[in-house]
């Protein structure tokens, strides 16, 4: 049984979804997700979990990269993993598509080798946020990696003028600066560390990796 719980829809309400993929590629979203896919350096036969997967552009991308990787999709919004289930059906893409939240992932302790994670955390309260980060340590294997783009804001960094239409401060504020990593770490993640913030149309973003300790 499904939990009810309030959630932020992919495209921020559910009248905006059918234009939800055509304005994020008009903006830049599959040379980001093409870029967190190199960062995380998946390997062929490894598990991987695309938390807030949306319409499943990024869990696509990478099954046609590398078809033998095991690809769960996760997202509570069930218009959105319609589409995503429509459209890896389309591209021949076999991918578990499953309605649920980040922070109460349905699958064992130790079960992928990668989490990922675009454009989602920004969603979340701090305390969804901090028990999201917990449950991606929890699901990661020993020595397995989390890796995360998402809007940031710094003093060189300003959020752009689609990021501002979008979301409020409070919304970026806590992917500001250190408070990311604080939180990986926080949870008990090692190797923390920002790859790099790059400017996009709807923002400037940055890359994070985070590993999961080994035995």
């Known amino acids: ?3 009810q719980r309030a959630f932020v829809p992919a495209a921020g309400h559910d009248r905006w979804l059918k234009f939800y993929d055509p304005l ?16 995380a350096g998946i390997r062929s036969g490894q598990r991987v979990l695309d938390i807030g997967c949306g ?9 046609r990269d590398k078809p033998s990787v095991e690809v769960v999709g996760l997202d509570p919004d069930p218009n959105a993993l319609e589409i995503a289930r429509r459209k890896a059906a389309q591209d021949g893409a076999p991918i578990d598509f499953v309605q649920g939240f980040a922070d109460a992932v349905d699958r064992p302790s130790g079960t992928f080798d990668r989490v990922l994670s675009s454009l989602m955390l920004h969603h979340l309260t701090a305390e969804d946020r901090r028990a999201t980060l917990a449950e991606v340590f929890r699901v990661l294997k020993p020595n397995g990696e989390f890796h995360v783009v998402d ?12 990021a501002r239409l979008l979301h409020r401060d409070d919304d970026l504020g806590n992917n500001a600066e250190a408070r990311l990593p604080s939180m990986l770490t926080g949870v008990g993640f090692v190797s923390v ?20 300790p080994g035995h």
């Open 1 to 3: 049984m499904t939990v």
């Open 24 to 39: 994020t590629k008009l903006l830049g979203a599959p040379a980001v997700r093409r870029s967190l896919i190199e960062q």
């Open 55 to 63: 319409t499943g552009s990024l869990a696509i991308m990478l099954k």
């Open 151 to 162: 809007f940031t804001v710094t003093e060189r960094n300003p959020r752009g003028a689609i």
């Open 193 to 212: 560390e920002e790859v790099r913030v790059q400017r996009t149309l709807f923002g400037p973003v940055a890359f994070h990796r985070a590993t999961r």
